[in-house]
């Protein structure tokens, strides 16, 4: 067996995801903007944690994947009567999700060209997921907690892609605040 073939395949998707030049238009696109309103002065700097030594994005990501972990666990395990609590979980972590992504693009702005190209998949990634939990919000509003449940786990399958994608970000040592390891 060679390494490559005992490199485990999501490991090797997102060392692929690092090389796709196709990536690169879609980077030099977004960049000005991004960095206009994430990645500049004292706002990108606080953003990215550098007043803190340490970087915010992965602190508010324990906010955001947490409370829709929570309801989840109410959704599967809780008793009857929770899924109130739960439609208020998934609120909270998609009220958290917009500073969450906002620190991330402050991170980004200063990132690699091949870290880039995995982070702008980790944010459409993200991006998706949001959908999907504002989805199981709505419909738990309207009183259907069991299409909001289900909502809730497929959305909690696309997250785990995007938090895989910013965990290989984070390992890898690449993303950090200005003297700090991510």
Request: aromatic share 6%; proline share 5%.
């Amino acid at each position: 067996m060679s390494p490559t073939e005992r490199t485990p395949v999501l490991v090797r998707s997102t060392l692929w995801l690092e090389r796709v030049q196709a990536l690169d238009g879609p980077v030099r696109a977004l960049e000005p903007y991004v960095r206009k309103a994430f990645g500049s002065g004292v706002r990108g700097s606080v953003l990215r944690g550098d007043w803190l030594g340490h970087a915010l994005h992965p602190v508010l990501t324990d906010v955001t994947l947490g409370t829709w972990t929570s309801a989840t666990v109410l959704d599967l395990f809780g008793p009857p009567g929770s899924s109130a609590a739960a439609r208020r979980l998934i609120g909270t972590g998609l009220a958290a999700a917009g500073p969450t992504a906002w620190t991330g693009w402050a991170e980004w702005s200063a990132a690699e060209p091949r870290d880039k190209r995995v982070g702008l998949v980790h944010a459409v990634t993200n991006g998706v997921a949001i959908g999907i939990y504002g989805a199981s919000w709505v419909a738990r509003r309207r009183g259907r907690h069991g299409t909001g449940a289900r909502l809730a786990l497929a959305g909690a399958a696309v997250s785990s892609a995007g938090a895989y994608l910013g965990g290989h970000l984070a390992q890898a040592g690449r993303t950090r605040a200005s003297g700090a390891q991510a």
